[in-house]
């Protein structure tokens, strides 16, 4: 469900108009208008899908050469024992 609704800012009582500066941060002018629209959370029907961390993994390598997958080992065995290469 969709729904849109256009206010006059100079239409708004004083409470109003607080209330709706403190919902958007910063004061409004008289000569504004306010375009509001509603509209359903995607979410609310289905749960966004999550990355299959698997498949993440397991292509992790994916068109890296035999070198390049020796270097990155490497560097992170490197890492893994807190010490850096030394040029």
Not at 3 to 15: G, M, N, P, R, T
Not at 37 to 55: C, F, G, H, K, Y
Request: cysteine-free; aromatic content about 4%.
């Amino acid at each position: 469900m969709e729904s849109q609704k256009e206010v006059d800012v100079a239409s708004l009582d004083a409470a109003q108009r607080q209330t709706m500066e403190a919902v958007l941060g910063f004061q409004l002018q008289p000569d504004q208008r306010l375009v509001i629209l509603v509209t359903q959370n995607q979410s609310a029907d289905a749960p966004a899908e999550r990355p299959n961390i698997m498949d993440l993994v397991t292509h992790f390598y994916d068109g890296v050469g035999e070198h390049e997958i020796d270097e990155i080992d490497a560097l992170i065995k490197a890492r893994a024992d807190f010490t850096r290469p030394v040029p």
